[in-house]
């Protein structure tokens, strides 16, 4: 009488070995992320950034504040905005109001998140401004 030999199921395995592969793809991905560096403000690191004396150019100002939310500042006038969208038009009409100022200085709360500098950022790119000056503040705007 012959023994018939088990066969070992390879589906289980297979499962397992991709539910494995997929969890380390989406982790190894989380570490591709880049930071943006910049320099503490009381650090004796030298600054990248170009000082245009205030009576070359006037400049508009922008805050970051904690909550997202974004306000735009000129000699004569500010205007508070919420998004990324209505801070690009709203950069890009200042652009076309300015246009002798080429520099804008964008202020961040210390407490804001990542995300609503890179908005500001971009959205300072966007509009067309070729540098921008970024100085960290401790405390809310009034």
């Given amino acids: 009488m012959r023994r018939i030999e088990s066969e070992l199921d390879m ?4 499962d397992v070995t991709f539910l494995l592969l997929i969890f380390f793809m989406v982790t190894a991905s989380f570490s591709l992320q880049r930071a ?5 403000p009381n650090s004796d690191l030298a600054s990248n950034t170009v000082v245009i004396p205030e009576t070359l150019a006037e400049s508009l100002r922008l805050h970051v504040a904690q909550d997202g939310s974004f306000l735009l500042m000129a000699d004569d006038w500010q ?4 998004g990324k969208q209505s801070l690009v038009s709203e950069l890009v009409s200042a652009k076309r ?8 200085k964008i202020q961040v709360e210390s407490e804001a998140r990542l995300q609503s500098l890179v908005d500001a950022m971009d959205a ?11 100085t960290e503040t401790d405390a809310e705007f009034i």
């Fill in 36 to 40: 943006l560096e910049t320099p503490h």
């Fill in 97 to 104: 109001i300015e246009p002798n100022s080429v520099e804008l």
């Fill in 11 to 14: 589906t289980p395995m297979v």
């Fill in 79 to 82: 205007k508070e905005l919420v």
């Fill in 124 to 134: 300072a790119t966007i509009a067309g401004f070729d540098r921008y000056q970024l």
